[in-house]
């Protein structure tokens, strides 16, 4: 079979010139616009899946994790910081109930926040009067209730006001004014959900906002009273309504900084109780532990310190006393600290107290305006400007009044603050 050459079937005039003519440019056309399209969509589809969608999987599940992770991390947080809710969940609140009706010098309120919780708080009055005028009152004189003394206390992360009706009515024959105390939301039968601090701070606010709007209080006979927990909530409530006068209970710097004075004890050997509501024991002293062991544990303190902040703070449930308390102080607000050096839980690394005395004596620049010593004097104003009472016997949750002198010195300065 004899092969056949296209070169012979192409005609004469398409591979050679025409003759007589001369030679033309031959002319190449531009490929089609959609092929090109359609290599640049393949070219981004290749790039999209191979690179860009894994990475964007990857985001999203980094995102949808970290943020699992931070819902779960918060409720632990919230229900170790905010003990009470998960202590008072079930409480048989009836026999309270009855228990309020059947008293001469209780009287039981609510409030509404701004973010529509209702609170359930208590009165114990000074005297069987004072009730008899509340619950006389229409809520139309405010001037009635105008010259009663009212003592705002903010509880504890495991405290309930059900279960502290004696310790009210005797706070409120002692300190010669009236007791309120309510429950934080989700606690016992306050509604509503705690999501961070800022949620406490608001339930503060709302009571005294009660105190000062609804019955008719003036700030000047009102003093806010917190303990431990309550006592942070209360110094960041006071700081933003300019209240005249607080008194902090065995509180702390703040969380992150309660967390570091721990581990600064711990590390120094000192372990403490094993049973947080334990009796005071008795410390080990920082000149007992070595200059190597005290420097590495102030270090190990302010790593943990520095870890716990930075999980707080992402939680929203950090609270910083301390800043409180200098904007209290700077505002001339009458302060008082009653502090426990045998406390179990508040060690001496996360003391307000102590944290505000160092605050005070690092703060010292060279200006040639103010000289050191003037400014160490002004230190040195400052710190007498806070009274402080150390209950020398006692521990975190132990009364305060088992050191007699000392409680007596706090129960006469809440008698001076309302007599000023």
Known sequence: MTSISLDNHIPNSVCEPISGTKPQTIFQACALPRFESEKRCLTAK???????????????????????????VALGLKYVILHSIMLYRNLDLKPYDKEIE??????????????????????????????????????????????????LYVGANAECYQIFFPQALQQAQEFKANILRF??????DSNGVASCATDLVTD?????????????????????????????????MGAIDNI????????????????????????????????FFAKAEKTKRSEDVSLTRRVWARRAGSVAAFFAYQLLQACNWEIDTLEALMTLQAKKAT?????????????????????????LDGYVKIDPVNPVEEQFKKNELLKQSIFN??????????????NGFEYFMLTKSIQDFFRR
């Open 335 to 359: 302060v008082i600290l009653a502090t426990a050096p045998l406390d179990s839980i508040i060690r001496e690394g996360g003391s307000v107290y102590k944290a505000w005395k160092r605050s």
């Open 204 to 236: 503060t606010h709302t009571m005294y906002e009660y105190l000062i709007r609804h019955l008719g209080i003036p700030k000047e006979n009102i003093l806010v009273y917190g303990r431990s927990l309550g006592g942070g909530i209360a110094a960041q």
């Open 102 to 151: 059947a008293s001469l010098k209780l009287s039981r309120i609510q409030a509404l926040t701004s973010d529509n919780c209702l609170l359930q708080g208590v009165i114990a009055w000074n005297n069987k009067e004072d009730k008899k005028t509340f619950e006389a009152w229409d809520g139309t004189d405010k001037l009635k209730l105008k010259n009663q003394k009212f003592v």
């Open 389 to 402: 009472i150390k209950f020398p016997s006692i521990g975190h949750n132990e009364p305060l009044h088992n």
């Open 46 to 72: 290749v790039v999209v899946l191979t690179v860009l969608f894994p990475l964007g999987l990857a985001y999203l599940a980094w995102k949808v994790t970290a943020w699992a992770i931070g819902k779960i």
């Open 244 to 275: 005249n006068g607080i008194v902090l209970e065995s509180s702390f710097s703040s969380i992150s900084g309660c967390v570091g004075g721990r581990v600064e004890s711990w590390v120094k050997g000192d372990r403490g109780p094993k049973d």
């Open 183 to 188: 429950n934080y939301r989700e606690v016992a």
